[in-house]
């Protein structure tokens, strides 16, 4: 089960956005699979049924490694283009493979550097990445959640809330150290 603290908002900028979101995970008995009953009404989403299915995961743009200045402009657009129509629609939630990011692609990287207490949301857009380290290479993403109107869930404006795992944590079952990052437009 996944929980985010909607009512402040957190954006995974700060150490302190820690435990504004929550990850549960059991196996076994599916009884437990209910929100708490102390949970605010207001805090509710609408049961929303989920269907599964497999689909290619492609990195975004900014991720295929080309330089994109030595390129005419036609073999950009082409690029562009085809990686749009590789693009699910809308709304994206998906489990697992590359996120597909709304702002800044680089979340292992502020995962990674967020967690070792690093503050990121400076309001000028600034901040302070270095390349990337061994260590942000070991978050993947969990869990990724489009704003979906259907399903009543809002994110900023038009955003995605991202949950990342580190890989060692993953296959050791310890969901306590998930890192959660909203991007919005």
């Not at 504004?20 to 009953?37: K, L, M, N």
């Not at 609408?46 to 200045?69: C, H, M, N, Q």
């Amino acid at each position: 089960m996944f929980f985010y603290e909607l009512e402040h908002g957190s954006w995974g900028m700060e150490a302190k956005d820690s435990g504004s979101s929550v990850v549960v995970y059991e196996t076994g008995d599916q009884s437990w699979a209910t929100e708490p009953a102390d949970l605010a009404e207001e805090a509710r989403f609408p049961t929303y049924p989920v269907r599964f299915a497999w689909d290619a995961s492609i990195p975004s743009e900014e991720r295929l490694g080309i330089d994109w200045k030595r390129l005419a402009k036609a073999e950009r657009l082409a690029i562009e283009a085809a990686v749009e129509a590789l693009q699910p629609p809308g709304p994206i939630h998906q489990v697992g493979g590359f996120a597909h990011p709304v702002q800044d692609p680089d979340m292992e990287l502020q995962c990674q550097s967020v967690t070792e207490g690093a503050y990121l949301g400076y309001s000028d857009g600034s901040k302070t990445l270095g390349p990337m380290s061994s260590d942000a290479a070991d978050w993947r993403l969990l869990l990724q959640l489009d704003t979906d109107n259907d399903a009543g869930m809002m994110w900023g404006d038009t955003g995605m809330l991202y949950f990342w795992i580190r890989e060692q944590d993953a296959r050791a079952g310890d969901f306590s150290r998930i890192w959660m990052i909203l991007q919005c437009c």
